[in-house]
T-cell receptor, first 112, second 113 residues
């Protein structure tokens, strides 16, 4: 079984809808991250969390919110989706004090 | 602010040829450097990393990278390209265990038969 899972893997939604992307991990890591990937722009950090009570904004947090429900779960919400939020979204985890991050398979989101 | 520059958004090589993907970082303090690979329709996989110690780092699938402080570079190489190396490659940097990685924009590698 995969260490970092994301659901759904693909989602098409309409402008203005609320949508939640979920991430779960079995690696036992404290730290979790949400990135979005756009062609030619690489990965940009949306939010990150170092433990259940710690939430930090990343480079592009506007229009997004997160919830760290447990050490193993970190959800990303789009309160009112807009077309320029169409992208590939990745969840990642890292052990406390470590540097490398481990990525989930991604969620492809399309907002029409 | 931390930044990473990957020179060339697309690199094309022939099968069996040398692969060279370039990465430069901005820093006044020692960085921790990473290369990740993304195969089509998959997440990112750690290829190799430099934290401390030996500046020539070997990774998976025959790739290696050399940290050159004087050039602020961490270029990725492989002596002989294989068709299965076709993927997108990302260079990333961090300056402490408490800061998230900052990624470059990526380089797409194509391998021609």
């Amino acid at each position: 079984d995969a260490d970092v899972t994301q659901t759904p893997r693909n989602r098409i939604t309409k402008t203005g809808k609320r949508i939640m992307l979920e991430c779960s991990q079995t690696k036992g890591h404290d730290r979790m991250y949400w990135y979005r990937q756009d062609p030619g722009l690489g990965l940009r950090l949306i939010y990150y969390s170092f433990d259940v009570k710690d939430i930090n904004k990343g480079e592009i947090s506007d229009g997004y919110s997160v919830s760290r429900q447990a050490q193993a779960k970190f959800s990303l919400s789009l309160e009112s989706a807009i077309p320029n939020q169409t992208a590939l979204y990745f969840c990642a985890t890292a052990a406390g004090g470590a540097y490398e991050q481990y990525f989930g398979p991604g969620t492809r989101l399309t907002v029409t | 602010a931390q930044s990473v520059t990957q020179l060339g958004s697309h690199v094309s090589v022939s099968e069996g040829a040398l692969v060279l993907l370039r990465c430069n970082y901005s820093s006044s303090v020692p960085p921790y450097l990473f290369w990740y690979v993304q195969y089509p329709n998959q997440g990112l996989q750690l290829l190799l990393k430099y934290t401390t110690g030996a500046t020539l780092v070997k990774g998976i699938n025959g790739f290696e990278a050399e940290f050159k402080k004087s050039e602020t570079s961490f270029h990725l190489t492989k002596p002989s390209a294989h068709m299965s190396d076709a993927a997108e490659y990302f260079c990333a940097v961090s300056y402490s265990g408490n800061t998230p990685l900052v990624f470059g924009k990526g380089t797409r590698l194509s391998v021609i038969a």
